[in-house]
């Protein structure tokens, strides 16, 4: 018998390059199926085995534990659409709303995380900073949620846009009062000292902050940050 009976290679089922995000891979390892954008696993699917030992399964499962009464989300970034699974499974009679600005996301998301079975849930082909500060263009209102997901990746790279005041009091305009937010940050050595400015700047602008570090994938960490309304 080989060393290597039973090992499960990676195999690449379909890869495309996008204007926004660039080369953009779907690849499955067993039965877990990885969206990789760059190097970084921007979601897997959300019944892999691994799924709750992960980022997305973590995030969910903090939210899940902190909030209870829950009837609105906005998630900002898609991806593969992993985090919206799962909080659709937590939560089972919320209305999710996901916002995404690559179409070539969208279309992955559908195709291969089959987002589109998503019960209550409505994806948005914008710009995030449009919708929060231009929300009624596209029938959300201001003070209506009870949860925003902030998790506007590239890749590794956190948009500019996402660190702004204007952007950060915008997405708090659309939320109750006595709801809250969750901002996604990767917290690795290199982005930590941004990641704490960060935090600390959101003092001026949320009654509460909180913060927890969560696991990806081998050592790579990300930092949830709450705020509340």
């Keep these: 018998m080989s060393v290597f009976d039973g090992l499960k290679m990676p195999k690449i089922i379909f890869e495309t390059d996008s204007e926004l995000n660039g080369r953009i891979r779907i690849v499955d390892v067993g039965s877990t199926r990885k969206m990789v954008v760059g190097n970084t696993i921007q979601s897997i699917n959300p019944d892999s085995p691994a799924c709750p030992k992960l980022y997305w399964g973590q995030m969910s499962d903090s939210i899940k534990e902190r909030f209870t009464d829950i009837q609105n989300i906005l998630i900002l970034g898609l991806g593969g659409g992993t985090l919206a699974h799962l909080l659709s499974r937590a939560y089972p009679?919320?209305?999710?709303t996901s916002v995404e600005y690559d179409e070539v996301m969208i279309q992955l998301a559908k195709e291969y995380f089959y987002v589109d079975k998503i019960s209550n849930h409505k994806i948005i082909h914008e710009d995030a900073l449009r919708i929060v500060v231009e929300p009624e263009e596209n029938d959300i209102t201001p003070s209506s949620l009870d949860l925003v997901v902030v998790d506007v990746l590239n890749g590794d790279k956190y948009p500019d846009l996402g660190k702004t005041g204007?952007?950060?009091?915008?997405?708090?305009?659309l939320i109750r009062p006595g709801?809250?937010?969750?901002?996604?940050?990767?917290?690795?050595?290199?982005?930590?000292?941004?990641v704490n400015i960060f935090v600390d700047s959101l003092e001026n602008y949320f009654s509460e902050v909180e913060t927890e570090v969560v696991a990806g994938y081998t050592n790579s960490d990300n930092l949830l940050i709450f705020g509340k309304v």
């Design 179 to 194: 709801g809250h937010v969750v901002f996604s940050r990767i917290y690795t050595e290199f982005f930590q000292e941004e």
């Design 166 to 173: 204007n952007f950060i009091s915008a997405v708090k305009r």
């Design 93 to 96: 009679d919320v209305n999710i």
